[in-house]
């Protein structure tokens, strides 16, 4: 069983950035890939970034590369989601999961979700 626990969501303008947390607990965090979805109000719930085992492999959705970067840290059994160049189309509940591709599917364990809302 593995429990994951988001933070860092909030409100920002347009243009700005915030760094998602998610920290993981119950299970060998560095043995597992993880993923960032992301889901706004009537839209399905779409992938983000996503990072191997290591941190030697990254993955973006379309949308979000060279502005989002994905990065983890095995000693503090935590990933992380640094947004830059915030838009508010980026207005969403964003997700950490451990699992592996850009489907939902391919991932086994959610955490709750922060809200991140950017204002234009």
């Known amino acids: 069983q593995v429990q994951l626990v988001e933070s860092g969501g909030g409100l920002v303008q347009a243009g700005g950035s915030l760094r998602l947390s998610c920290a993981a607990s119950?299970?060998?965090?560095?043995?597992?890939?993880m993923g960032w979805f992301r889901q706004a109000p009537g839209k399905e719930r779409e992938f983000v970034a996503a990072?191997?085992?290591?941190?030697?492999?990254?993955y973006y959705a379309d949308s979000v590369k060279g502005r989002f970067t994905i990065s983890r840290d095995n000693a503090k059994n935590t990933v992380y989601l640094q947004m830059n160049s915030l838009k508010p189309e980026d207005t969403a509940v964003y997700y950490c999961?451990?699992?592996?591709?850009?489907?939902?599917?391919?991932?086994?364990?959610w955490g709750q979700g922060t809200q991140v809302t950017v204002s234009s």
């Open positions: 999961a451990v699992g592996e591709g850009s489907a939902p599917l391919g991932y086994d364990y």
């Open positions: 119950g299970r060998t965090f560095s043995s597992y890939a």
């Open positions: 990072i191997s085992w290591s941190g030697g492999s990254t």
